[in-house]
């Protein structure tokens, strides 16, 4: 189903509750938007759905391929876009590597800058090639932190347009304090006092 079920989710820090006793069912193909205040969880959440934080209590069920594309950039500025791209595929056999690439390259609309230096991109280039990463693991789920910092509106709803072309059906979590320039085609949620709202239309 590729469905990603929280049932009884519950974490502190020291003596602050994070989360408490949550129950929430992410579906499968829904697109969903996630802010609160700075310190209430939201990164905390993706880690842990995302398998890379488990002191918790509460069960987590994935369902489906997960890929995340951390709030912090994780390119070699030194290298070109390809390069970038072939390092990914690196650690698995695939055949016709590059061919694999400029596929992923031409989805996004960037495969001008294949051979382009990272570091000589603008910051909504950097975006695309690091869902062009996220695109080469072909997921089901794709989780997302703060993907729209350093953008300019244009930008913003730009790479907001591009993730759902390119992602269209999988199951997107976006966490994001720009939900107010975005449309109501998302299910907006807020993490507050520990729980996951439903944003009221």
């Keep these: ?36 205040k700075n310190g209430c969880g939201k990164t905390t959440l993706l880690n842990i759905l995302a398998g890379y934080i488990d002191d918790y209590d509460g069960r987590i069920s994935v369902d489906g391929r997960v890929s995340y594309l951390f709030q912090d950039e994780l390119l070699f500025s030194n290298l070109t876009v390809r390069e970038n791209l072939l390092i990914k595929l690196a650690i698995f056999e ?17 495969n001008h800058l294949a051979d382009k230096k990272i570091h000589l991109l603008s910051g909504g280039e950097r975006q695309r090639v690091e869902l062009a990463l996220i695109l080469l693991d072909n997921p089901d789920i794709i989780l997302l932190d703060e993907p729209l910092t350093k953008l300019d509106n244009e930008n913003k709803l ?44």
Excluded: A, R
Aim: glycine letters at 4%; charged letters at 30%; proline letters at 0%.
């Design 1 to 36: 189903m590729n469905d990603i079920k929280i049932t009884n989710l519950s974490k502190k820090f020291d003596e602050k509750i994070i989360f408490d006793n949550i129950d929430f069912l992410f579906k499968k193909g829904n697109f969903y938007l996630i802010s609160g």
């Design 94 to 110: 695939h055949e016709n590597k590059n061919i694999k690439i400029d596929n992923v390259l031409q989805q996004l609309k960037i």
């Design 158 to 201: 730009n790479i907001i347009k591009t993730i759902e072309d390119v992602f269209k059906g999988k199951t997107i979590i976006i966490v994001t304090h720009e939900k107010q320039i975005l449309n109501n085609n998302y299910i907006k949620l807020t993490l507050e006092d520990g729980k996951i709202k439903e944003d009221e239309l």
